[in-house]
């Protein structure tokens, strides 16, 4: 089995990805560390050097590169499923699961992380949830297509268990 957690910058992913591998016997791997890996470079400077369209090529031929992985959760970038069908294909070779979260708590834990974010760093409060609404817009039908959707407030480190029980019990 193989998912892929997906939803915006700040939702979580690699966090909960981390816990619920390590919980449940599962490998993790977070794409964009595997990115940075491959490149030398972090992923502020690949946008910021070579710019968005070669950093969605090289997200997308990364997360295919991982064809043929059993038993990993895989944290997505918070664009991926958006670009080259990427959110298809990961739900060809696994389950989806979109880490809802509030525009608040986005803005909360990325204003307090913007030093981490340097393609954020610049914005003030209100520009950046100007910026944070936006994009959620534009990625909605991406991240509510996904296979299962959780509200990250309800997240616990027992909350991927209860996706596997409920993936095995019959319909």
């Not at 981390?18 to 919980?23: G, L, S």
């Not at 997308?60 to 990993?72: R, Y």
């Not at 294909?89 to 340097?118: A, D, F, N």
């Not at 914005?123 to 296979?147: D, G, H, T």
Request: charged letters at 25%; proline letters at 2%; one cysteine or more.
């Amino acid at each position: 089995m193989t998912f892929f957690l997906i939803g915006f910058m700040g939702s979580g992913k690699t966090h909960w990805g981390k816990i619920w591998a390590a919980k449940y016997g599962f490998t993790f791997i977070d794409l964009d560390e595997a990115i940075e890996k491959s490149e030398g470079k972090s992923i502020a400077n690949i946008f910021e050097i070579k710019g968005e369209d070669y950093f969605r090529k090289v997200e997308s031929e990364a997360l295919k590169s991982l064809d043929n992985i059993e038993n990993t959760i895989i944290a997505c970038g918070g664009g991926t499923p958006c670009f080259f069908e990427n959110l298809q294909w990961m739900q060809e070779k696994g389950t989806t699961i979109y880490l809802s979260t509030t525009v608040q708590e986005i803005l909360q834990r990325v204003y307090e992380e913007q030093e981490k974010r340097p393609l954020l760093k610049t914005m003030n409060q209100a520009e950046l949830l100007f910026f944070i609404e936006q994009k959620l817009k534009e990625r909605a039908a991406f991240y509510n297509a996904a296979n299962i959707i959780i509200p990250t407030a309800q997240l616990t480190a027992h909350s991927f268990g209860e996706i596997l029980t409920s993936l095995q019990s019959p319909s």
